[in-house]
C-alpha cells in the first residue's frame, strides 16, 4: 500500500478501462492499475480472472484503451511517463517521457490524441499517438483529475480538484473556452451518450453536479454517499453509478428523476468504477481490498469479486 497517502487524492475512473477487439478475447479485457506494485492486472470479462500482470513504470495510476489502436496506455505518476502497451501481446512495447506528474488520461474518440493530466503543475499535456511527438499543452487549474472528452471531438472537460470548477478547451488549439464552478474538490466525470450533459463528482461536499454542456453551467446536484470519487453511465444513459469511498458502496443514480435510487455494498474503500456494456456489468476497483467488484447491472447486485 505504499504511495497511498497521495494516491488516494489522484485515484480516477481511468484506473480501470476496457478494450474488447486486437485483444484475443471474446468479451475483450478490463486493465487496473495497481499503485502499490508498478503493474497492471488484466481480467478477462469472460471468465472475471486475472489473466496477465504486467510491469509498468513507478507508481502507475491512470489507463486509456484503444481498440482502434490495440494499444493501453498507463500513466506513471512517479517515473513520470506514459507506458504503452500492446493490447494483443500484452506487452509494453513504449514508454513515452512527460514532464511532470501525469495521472488522469483520456483518448479522443477518434484515438488521434492522448490527453495526460499533471497533477502538480496544474496542466494537460496532448500527444499524437501515431508518433507520440509534438506534445501540445495548456494550463487549466489547481491539481487537474478526471477528464472526458466531447463525443463529437471538439471539447476537452477536465475537473480541477483545488480550483473547484471544471475547465473546457477546444481541442484544436487547446484554449479555454469556460470555467465552470461545480462543488469541492471535483474528482471523477464522464459525459452523457450526446455530451449534452456533464457530471462532475465533488468529494468533498458529497454530491454530484450536472452540467449543461450548451451553456456551460451547473443545473443541478444530487446527493451520494460519503467521499465520492468516480463515475460511470449505463448503456442506456439512464443511470450513473458513483463510487463512495468512505462508505464503502455505490450509488445508483436516475438521471431523469435526479436522485439516488440504489445503494450497492462493494468492497473497502472502492475508487475505480466501469460499465461493461457488452455484458451488463460494473467493474468496482477497491483500493483498501486489492480486488474488483462484479455488479449485474440487471439486478444491482455483486456477483463476483476479483483478486488484483
Known amino acids: ?165 471544471v475547465t473546457v478547451l477546444d481541442t484544436a488549439n487547446l484554449q479555454i473556452l469556460a470555467r465552470v464552478p461545480v462543488g469541492r474538490h471535483p474528482y471523477g466525470l464522464t459525459l452523457n451518450g450526446t455530451g449534452t450533459e456533464l457530471y462532475v463528482v465533488n468529494v468533498k461536499a458529497n454530491n454530484v453536479s450536472v452540467v449543461d454542456t450548451r451553456t456551460y453551467t451547473s443545473v443541478a446536484t444530487i446527493k451520494v454517499g460519503e467521499h465520492p470519487y468516480c463515475v460511470t453511465t449505463s448503456s442506456d444513459g439512464k443511470q450513473l453509478y458513483v463510487t463512495n469511498t468512505q462508505s464503502d458502496n455505490v450509488s445508483v443514480i436516475d438521471i431523469g428523476q435526479r436522485k439516488v435510487v440504489t445503494i450497492i455494498p462493494v468492497g473497502t474503500y472502492p475508487e475505480g468504477i466501469n460499465y461493461d456494456k457488452t455484458k451488463q456489468r460494473i467493474y468496482v476497483a477497491s483500493w483498501a481490498d486489492d480486488m474488483v467488484s462484479v455488479i449485474d447491472a440487471t439486478t444491482n447486485k455483486v456477483i463476483s469479486s476479483i483478486p488484483t
Open 1 to 165: 500500500m505504499k504511495f497511498r497517502q497521495l494516491l488516494i487524492t489522484l485515484c480516477l475512473t481511468s484506473i480501470l478501462s476496457f478494450g474488447f477487439s486486437n485483444s484475443g478475447w471474446a468479451g475483450g479485457q478490463a486493465y487496473i492499475t495497481n499503485q502499490g506494485s508498478d503493474n497492471v492486472s488484466v481480467i478477462d470479462l469472460d471468465n472475471n480472472r486475472v489473466t496477465a500482470v504486467i510491469n509498468v513504470g513507478k507508481a502507475p495510476v491512470g489507463v486509456a484503451v484503444s481498440a482502434k489502436l490495440g494499444r493501453v496506455f498507463v500513466s506513471n505518476l512517479k517515473t513520470p511517463s506514459i507506458s504503452v502497451i500492446d493490447s494483443k501481446s500484452q506487452k509494453v512495447i513504449d514508454e513515452i517521457p512527460v514532464k511532470g506528474s501525469p495521472v488522469a488520461l483520456v483518448l479522443s474518440p477518434d484515438s488521434t490524441t492522448l490527453y495526460v493530466a499533471d497533477w502538480f503543475e496544474g496542466r494537460v499535456v496532448a500527444i499524437n499517438t501515431r508518433n507520440y511527438d509534438g506534445q501540445r499543452q495548456a494550463q487549466v487549474g489547481e491539481s487537474p483529475a478526471g477528464m472526458a472528452v466531447s463525443p463529437d471531438n471538439k471539447r476537452l472537460y477536465i475537473a480541477n480538484r483545488d480550483t473547484d470548477n
